[in-house]
Structures are given as structure tokens and as C-alpha cells.
């Protein structure tokens, strides 16, 4: 029966075998046609290599090396492409040439002009108009090969290595006039490879978007050339007091011979030296055949002479502080606001800038030999933060180093008041008594001025009389015993106060032994008269663009102040500074009436001297000391710091409504106007706006900005007094009487 009737399931074991078999056979034809193919191709390829294969000499003196070049070539293109990225990236942002024009009208606090910085374009001199022998003579100088390279010269490169060889030192530089651009705009002046490939790259990108005479244009207009000025255009209206249009040829020569040194070969610094590089640029003029002998002589014999600046007395190192704040604000502003030409009213007070001048020059001048010391700095600011005056050192045209916003030297003993305040916020007291005995951290071991130790002291004695170990032993006892943890909550108070310098973590630290600048250690003080609230140092009070309109003010856009200690401990560290000046190390920084506190400081081997205080109306600092970190003699803050901070203190409350100082008696001879003689008893500061006064004339201000903005919303054919005004806004006559009132002439009293 089962042989009539199959099972059906027994068939498919038979299909499944043919299956797999058929599948197998096209796997293994595959495999067998493949390997033919790749045997065939690969014979048919070796046969084609043959025709071209090269034996002997011809490989070895042609095939080989070019195979190699080929290789190390593909190598050196990654490497570039590699080098070449963060150079590109300077350019990435689209408006990277707009971004370097800024340019920047200064108004001092009462709406004087004292001075410019940067490149508005708008009013440069087009380069068709500038004469013909101030293009020769800079190109003869700085490139001669400009129009022929494209933007890097090897052979000018290969020329000033061989030139600087037969030297022996660097005469001749290799950058050509569109590296120095890329510099200008994109690099800085460190000296380092990674700047130079920059450099380079920059160039090229630069040659390949703009034309040779894009590139001289920009070039001229924002090479820097001393004394604050910017541009060839700029330098000729500061050297020589006319158009850069109408420069003679040694005057011309005169300008080119500053690209390469302007502060070395200014002619207001070292006239020789200027006129002795001008005559290397008349040599270059004849040597590049941009001119004859003949057609130089003239200029040989009859050298330029600037024009006298010594009266000039324009305060360049507060504007180049103030232009690098602007710069820094720009970035913040709306980006509706598209203009690149801004009018700051600043916080200087011009007259205060120019005594302060006046007082280091002199005193330096008078008693800097007796002490060796040989430069200083000075920071003036209210109790916001606003800086009033800037001394950045004794003569801007021989050193354009801002001592006092750049310059980081080591506080010394003016360093304590962080600690004693961390000390207070911490369970101290004023009255808390430590003990002045030998003390070491590892194997360094603090030691007093006067060589002894005090015993049992309280903090304000300590502080009085700046002994050197008991903040020393308040880091220790800050961190339970452990006198890294004490110095990081100083380091951390100091943070707060307004100190932005590196402050390494180094057993000396709670004695001053690491750096500050000026700026910060002066405005950081005000922390103490703020009852505990810091700020920010700032220049800028508002901004406003070339057609008037209001884009930044400090009051309503500024850092707002942080309360970062307690009134309390504040009231009591002004009582302690109060000590320091009223009973020891800062007598000689008393002003006469005025209630004052503030804090010496001296550092290792006599080499920075420092007077740091502050009053109810102002905060001040004064550095002085030696460029080169040589040793002083023997001069400490309590000296020549404190006379000159006294001196110039003085001339600043003059004329001023005095306020008291927190936490101490007001003295039964404070007057409401601080009087008294400047220097010499000559000079006297003219009487300044009261507080009141100055809050009426800013109300005044902001009435008329809303008034401007109201206007500009109203149709063309709308006038005042048709503008609908907001609740609780003046009426539109009291606006036009603040209008009328704000046209006359601004007054310096009440």
C-alpha cells in the first residue's frame, strides 16, 4: 500500500541536494572566473609596466627621485594644510577687515575732546593723494619688491639672511610689507615660529582677496608710528602738524624711517637717531633707483624738524587703556549697531590727570636719585570704580609700557589687607591677639622689617605696624593647620576684591610676594569704603556713535558691584587702615582734615615701593620702583610712595563735597569743601560738581535721549509738544527748558 502511495516529505531532500550542489557549482565558477580575470588583468597590466619600466641610470637619476619628491611633496602639502588652519581661522568671521577700524573720539567726564585712537577711515587720505616720495620711500624701505612678489619675497628673505650674516646681527629684516599687514591685522608682536607661519599664510590669503594697492592702502593706514598715532596720515599731523598730502621729502623720510623702531627713531624721542635713519631711507631711495643722488641732496642738507610737543600734555597712557576697554565693549554692543566710529565720555578729570603727571615727574626727578628709584605709576578713581587719572609712567614718547594697567610687580606688605579681611570674615576680630614668634612653612621662614618679633599683638596693631609673620600665621590658621587651604580662601578673597593676575600659591603669598597691577590693587581697595561691594576699574561712562546716538552707559550696562564681604568687616578693616596711616607705616600719606586709610608696601630687596589708600571720595595707588627690577635704596611704601600719593590726593579733594569714611569720627574740622594748597601753593584744583549736581545734569541727559528717541518715532511733520508722552513723563516744555539748559555752557560748580 505504501508503495502505491508515496509520502510526499521524502521528496524534498533529493531538491534540496540539487540545490545546494547547483548553488555550490556557480560559488566555485565564480571563484574559477574571478581568479582567471584577475590572472588575465594582471597580466595584461604587467605587460603595459614593462613598456614602462626603467633600468640603469635613467631610474636612478630620474625615476627614483622624482617617485620620491612625489612622496615627500603629498607629505609637505599635509603639513602645510595642517600649519595653515589656524592662520585661516583669523579669517573666518567675514567682517575681519571692518573689525580693525575702529576708531574712537575721547571726552573727558565734562565733554572736552582729549583725544583720538584708532583709524576712521571715512576721513583717510586716499592713496592717489598721497605724494609720490612717501610711497617710494616706504616702499624702498620696508619692500622694495612689493608689486613683483606675491605676498612672501624669497629672495628678499635669502638677501637680508645673507646681508644680517655678513653683519653679524639683524640689519635687514625679511618680512615683506604684506606680512607686517597680516601682523597689524591678525597677530601680535610676540616673537615666536607659530607667529612667523601665521604669518606667512596670512600673507598669501591676503595678496589672494586683495589688490597691491588695497594692501599698501591698509598698510599705511594702520602701521603704528608713535605717539599714539596710527597711519601715516595721523604721524603727520602729530610729527609735523600738517596733512600727510603736503609732506615734504625729509619729512617723508622721516615717517618711513619709523616704521621699523617708532618709539627708537621718533623724532621727539632722539632727534639724531631720526635723522640719521632718514638719511638710510634717502640711501634707499637712491639704491632702489626710485631716485637720484641729486634729486635726494636737498633733503640731506635740509633734514625735517617736528614740531614741538613738549606742552602737549595729552593723556596718552589713560586713551591707550581706554581704547583697549572700547575695544573690549564693541563686542557687547547690539548687533544693530553696524558703526565703527564711537565719541566715549570717560571718567578723567584732566586736571587731576596732569598734576598727577606733574607730582611723579617731580618727585622722581627731585628725590628719585636719593631713593634709585627711577619709575613709577599712579592710578586715581572715585568709589564706583570710574578711574579719574592715569600715570603710566614718566615720559610716554620714550616708553609706551603702561605701568600702571600692564605692569605686574609684587604688592608687598599692601598685599595684607586681603588676608586681614579673609581673617575677619573668618571669626577674627580686630582685637584677636597672635603671637609674633619665628614661624616656618617647610623650609622658608618669614622675618620681620626690624628683624625682631612683637610678642603677643593684636591684628590691628599688626596691621599698623605691617609685621610680616602674623599673616603669615592667619594662612595657617585659616585652613585649620593647614596653610594651603588658608592661602587659597585669600587668594579666593583677593579674586573677589577685583584681582585678576595670576596669584600662584606660594608660602609668601600672604606677604605680597606675588604680582598685581597698579589698576587692580588700586580700584580692589575700594571694596572697604564700598562696605563690602566691589567694582570694576572702567574708563568709559557712555558711548555713543559718530551721529550722537546713545549705545552704552556704565550706570544702566555696566558691572553692576558685588558684595563679596560684610559692611561689617569692612567697617573694621577701615578702622585698622585707618591705624596704618593715623599711627604707623603710612603717616606720612595723612591729608590734612580728611579722614584716610590705606597700606604700605615694600618688597624683597628694596625693589617695589607701594601707597594704596583710599578717602571717602576717592581711591588711589602709586608704584614706584626700577624697570629693570633693580634694587631701590632702601626705599619703602611709607616713603616716596605715601609723599606722592599725599601730594596728589590733596590736589584731588580740593574742591570736592567730602564724605565720610564708615565706621569712623568725623573730625571737628571736616569742612562740607575740602580746602587746601596743592603743591607749592601754587596750583588748585578746580572746584568739581557736587554729587546732587551731577545726578540733576545726568537726569537732564536721559530726558533729552528720550526726548531724541521720541522724536525719531514721530512722523516728519510732529513736534514736541504733539508727542504722546508715558505715564509719569515730564511735559514737553519741561523737556525743551532741559534742552535750552544742556546748550549752555557746562559749569565746574554747583
Known amino acids: ?95 575681519w577687515l571692518k573689525k580693525s577700524d575702529l576708531a574712537v573720539s575721547f571726552l573727558d567726564r565734562y565733554g572736552n575732546k582729549i583725544g583720538t585712537r ?89 595678496e589672494a582677496h586683495l589688490t597691491k594697492n588695497e594692501i599698501l592702502k591698509l598698510y599705511l593706514d594702520r602701521a603704528y608710528l608713535g605717539g599714539g598715532a596710527f597711519g601715516v596720515d595721523a604721524a603727520a599731523e602729530y610729527y609735523f602738524g600738517k596733512s600727510v598730502r603736503d609732506v615734504t621729502l625729509p619729512e617723508a623720510a622721516m615717517l618711513a ?220 590658621a585659616l585652613g585649620d593647620g593647614n596653610a594651603k587651604l588658608g592661602r587659597a580662601k585669600i587668594v579666593q578673597t583677593a579674586r573677589n576684591f577685583g584681582i585678576v593676575t595670576p596669584l600662584p600659591d606660594t608660602p609668601s603669598l600672604p606677604i605680597g610676594a606675588d604680582a598685581v597691577t597698579p589698576l587692580e590693587h588700586a580700584v580692589a581697595f575700594a571694596t572697604f569704603p564700598n562696605l563690602g561691594k566691589a567694582v570694576a576699574p572702567h574708563a568709559a561712562l557712555e558711548v555713543r556713535t559718530g551721529t550722537g546716538q546713545l549705545v552704552w552707559r556704565f550706570d544702566r550696562d555696566g558691572k553692576k558691584p558685588q558684595q563679596v564681604i560684610s559692611p561689617e568687616v569692612a567697617v573694621e578693616m577701615i578702622k585698622m587702615m585707618n591705624s596704618v596711616v593715623e599711627n604707623g607705616t603710612g603717616k606720612r600719606a595723612q591729608l590734612d582734615g580728611i579722614p584716610t586709610c590705606g597700606k604700605t608696601g615694600t618688597t624683597n630687596d628694596w625693589r617695589d615701593g607701594w601707597f594704596v589708600g583710599y578717602t571717602g571720595n576717592f581711591v588711589g595707588a602709586v608704584w614706584m620702583g626700577n624697570d629693570d627690577f633693580t634694587q631701590t635704596k632702601h626705599m619703602t611704601g611709607g616713603t616716596l610712595p605715601a609723599m606722592t600719593w599725599h601730594d596728589i590726593m590733596t590736589y584731588a579733594h580740593q574742591g570736592v563735597e567730602l564724605r565720610q569714611l564708615p565706621g569712623l569720627p568725623v573730625p571737628q574740622h571736616l569742612t562740607p569743601v575740602a580746602e587746601g594748597s596743592s603743591q607749592g601753593g601754587e596750583e588748585s584744583h578746580p572746584a568739581l560738581l557736587t554729587r546732587k549736581a551731577t545726578q540733576v545734569l545726568t537726569r537732564i541727559e536721559r530726558l533729552l535721549d528720550e526726548a531724541d528717541h521720541a522724536l525719531a518715532a514721530q512722523p516728519a511733520h510732529a513736534t514736541l509738544g504733539s508727542i504722546e508722552r508715558k505715564p509719569g513723563a515730564p511735559p514737553a516744555d519741561t523737556l525743551a527748558a532741559a534742552a535750552d539748559q544742556k546748550a549752555a555752557p557746562a559749569s565746574r560748580g554747583d
Open 1 to 95: 500500500m505504501s508503495d502505491m502511495f508515496p509520502d510526499p516529505g521524502d521528496n524534498w531532500r533529493p531538491k534540496l541536494k540539487r540545490l545546494l550542489l547547483d548553488i555550490d557549482s556557480r560559488i566555485d565558477f565564480a571563484v574559477f572566473q574571478g581568479g582567471k580575470w584577475a590572472r588575465e588583468s594582471y597580466e595584461r597590466f604587467t605587460a603595459t609596466m614593462d613598456r614602462f619600466h626603467v633600468a640603469g641610470w635613467r631610474r636612478w637619476i630620474v625615476v627614483e627621485p622624482l617617485s620620491e619628491a612625489a612622496t615627500l611633496g603629498m607629505g609637505g602639502l599635509l603639513l602645510l594644510l595642517s600649519l595653515s588652519l589656524p592662520a585661516y581661522r583669523q579669517t573666518s568671521e567675514g567682517d
Open 257 to 476: 624711517g619709523m616704521f621699523k623702531a617708532p618709539v627708537k627713531f621718533s623724532p621727539l624721542v632722539n632727534l639724531p637717531a631720526a635723522r640719521a635713519r632718514a638719511n638710510v631711507v634717502l640711501d634707499n631711495l637712491v639704491d632702489a633707483g626710485f631716485m637720484t643722488e641729486g634729486q635726494v641732496y636737498g633733503a640731506r642738507r635740509h633734514p625735517a624738524t617736528p614740531i614741538d610737543r613738549r606742552e602737549d600734555d595729552a593723556p596718552n597712557y589713560y586713551l591707550d587703556w581706554a581704547f583697549d576697554e572700547m575695544r573690549r565693549l564693541v563686542d557687547s554692543f547690539p548687533k544693530s549697531v553696524t558703526d565703527r566710529y564711537f565719541v566715549v565720555r570717560t571718567a578723567l578729570d584732566i586736571d587731576l590727570q596732569r598734576y598727577a603727571d606733574q607730582v611723579l615727574d617731580t618727585n622722581l626727578r627731585e628725590h628719585g636719585r636719593e631713593w634709585g628709584a627711577s619709575q613709577g605709576a599712579v592710578v586715581i578713581a572715585d568709589l564706583d570704580g570710574a578711574v579719574h587719572a592715569m600715570v603710566g609712567g614718566r615720559d610716554y614718547d620714550e616708553s609706551q609700557f603702561n605701568r600702571a594697567a600692564d605692569a605686574m610687580r609684587q604688592p608687598g606688605s599692601s598685599f595684607k589687607p586681603y588676608v586681614y579681611a579673609t581673617a575677619l570674615a573668618n571669626g577674627f576680630k580686630p582685637t584677636s591677639v597672635v603671637v609674633d614668634s619665628p614661624v616656618c612653612i617647610g623650609n622658608w621662614c618669614p622675618h620681620n622689617y626690624s628683624g625682631g618679633f612683637a610678642g603677643a599683638v593684636t591684628l590691628t596693631e599688626a596691621i599698623t605696624r605691617s609685621i610680616n609673620v602674623i599673616p603669615v600665621k592667619l594662612s595657617i
Open 118 to 206: 584708532g583709524i576712521k577711515h571715512n576721513d583717510s587720505v586716499p592713496l592717489d593723494e598721497m605724494p609720490d616720495h612717501l610711497i617710494k620711500a616706504v616702499l624702498a624701505t620696508e619692500d622694495r619688491r612689493f608689486y613683483e612678489h606675491f605676498g612672501i619675497d624669497f629672495l628678499g628673505t635669502f638677501r637680508a639672511l645673507i646681508t644680517n650674516a655678513e653683519a653679524g646681527g639683524v640689519v635687514q629684516g625679511g618680512s615683506t610689507l604684506t606680512q607686517q599687514l597680516a601682523k597689524n591685522l591678525f597677530l601680535s608682536n610676540e616673537r615666536t615660529y607659530t607667529r612667523k607661519i601665521n604669518e606667512a599664510f596670512l600673507a598669501s590669503w591676503l
